[in-house]
C-alpha cells in the first residue's frame, strides 16, 4: 500500500491582504495574524508517495529552495527548516537516494 507525506520545507510571509483577496481584514487577522509588515505566515510544502509494492518513491515539488538573495529573505521573511530537501527527505525516515520519480 502506498503511503502518503508532506514534509514542510520552510516557512515564509506574504503580504496578508494580497492573500486573502477581497475578504475584509477583520475576518481573517484573528486567524492569521499578520507581523508588523502585514504579512502572514505560510508554509511552503512538498510530497513524498512511497509504494514498496511498485518500488517507487515519488518527490512531488522541491519546496522554496535554498537559493535566495538576503534581500529576498528579508522581504519575504524566508525561514527554512534544515539543509535542504535531501535533508529533510532523510529525516522523515527515507533515503534520498532511493528516489525514483
Keep these: 500500500m502506498a503511503r502518503?507525506?508532506?514534509?514542510v520545507?520552510?516557512?515564509f510571509g506574504l503580504d496578508g491582504g494580497a492573500m486573502m483577496g477581497v475578504?475584509?481584514?477583520?475576518?481573517?487577522e484573528r486567524q492569521h495574524p499578520p507581523d508588523a509588515r502585514?504579512?502572514?505566515?505560510?508554509?511552503?510544502r512538498f510530497v513524498v508517495v512511497d509504494?514498496?509494492?511498485a518500488g517507487r518513491?515519488?518527490?512531488l515539488d522541491c519546496?522554496?529552495?535554498r537559493d535566495w538573495r538576503a534581500k529576498q529573505i528579508d522581504i519575504y521573511d524566508i525561514r527554512p527548516r534544515g539543509e535542504d530537501a535531501r535533508a529533510l527527505v532523510r529525516g522523515a525516515g527515507f533515503d534520498?537516494?532511493?528516489v525514483t520519480d
Design 38 to 44: 502585514n504579512r502572514i505566515r505560510l508554509v511552503s
Design 51 to 53: 509504494d514498496p509494492g
Design 4 to 7: 502518503l507525506l508532506t514534509i
Design 23 to 28: 475578504v475584509p481584514r477583520a475576518l481573517w
Design 63 to 65: 519546496g522554496l529552495g
Design 96 to 98: 534520498p537516494d532511493a
Design 9 to 11: 520545507d520552510a516557512e
Design 57 to 59: 518513491l515519488w518527490l
